[in-house]
Nanobody
């Protein structure tokens, strides 16, 4: 059974940091490109960061220099370190695994940036 379980969300003040974690099971994690998406109320889901099998990364312009995606294939985990958080980063954050023919999504974790 495939599972992607996100954790680490919560309430943080502007300028603060959070680290999201996504732990995978049920598929060969190392063979998949892993991504973080987010969806704010009333908005479409958008790509935040992606890391491929080789460890190359890409980021949305809105988070470049503030967010860092990483993966640990030994632990089947992908992380999103979020620094210098802004109120506009408030959203539900989703983990996604993309393979050659399959896509899996996590259930999401809420991140709220507010004073």
């Amino acid at each position: 059974q495939v599972q992607l379980v996100e954790s680490g969300g919560g309430l943080v003040q502007p300028g603060g940091s959070l680290r999201l974690s996504c732990t995978a099971s049920g598929f060969t994690f190392s063979m998949y490109t892993m991504s973080w998406y987010r969806q704010a109320p009333g908005k479409q889901r958008e790509l935040v960061a992606v890391i491929n099998r080789e460890g190359s990364t890409n980021y949305a312009d809105s988070v470049k220099g503030r967010f860092t995606i990483s993966r640990d294939n030994a632990k089947n985990t992908v992380l999103l370190q979020m620094d210098s958080l802004k109120p506009e980063d408030t959203a539900v954050y989703y983990c996604k695994a993309g393979g050659s023919s399959r896509i899996y999504w996590g259930q999401g974790t809420q991140v709220t940036v507010s004073s």
